[in-house]
């Protein structure tokens, strides 16, 4: 099993950036994806998910509005559109699957496989 995160890089901000998770080895379909960040200093924390059958789930307001996940289950792939990027976005990015219980999807102990993470810096 493989998941390849990719689309990180140096973005002013107020810009945009789509995120990639790619996943190999795996039934794709059955999986919950979720992406997590982790900024210098700080522990790793949710950002977002989306369930096998379409939920989407946020981890804060902080990304609400901004952030949204989608899957393409033919390509194997989930995407992270982030937009009106800050500068409190800069983070390494990892993208996750596993098959949480829907309560636990914030919860990283419920993601099996994870990527290699992506970094993402915004400049102010």
């Known amino acids: 099993v493989q998941l390849q995160a990719s689309g990180g890089g140096l973005v002013q901000a107020g810009g945009s950036l789509r995120l990639s998770c790619a996943a190999s080895?795996?039934?794709?379909?059955?999986?919950?994806v979720g992406w997590f960040r982790q900024a210098p200093g700080k522990d790793r924390e949710f950002v977002t998910s989306?369930?096998?059958?379409?939920?989407?789930?946020f981890g804060g307001d902080s990304v609400r509005g901004r952030f949204a996940i989608s899957r393409d289950s033919a390509k194997k792939t989930v995407y992270l559109q982030m937009n009106s990027l800050k500068a409190e976005d800069t983070a390494v990015y990892y993208c996750?699957?596993?098959?949480?219980?829907?309560?636990?999807?914030?919860?990283?102990?419920?993601?099996?496989?994870w990527g290699q993470g992506t970094l993402v810096t915004v400049s102010s």
């Open positions: 996750a699957a596993g098959r949480p219980i829907y309560s636990a999807v914030r919860q990283s102990d419920g993601y099996y496989y």
């Open positions: 080895g795996l039934t794709f379909r059955s999986y919950t």
């Open positions: 989306i369930t096998w059958d379409g939920k989407t789930i």
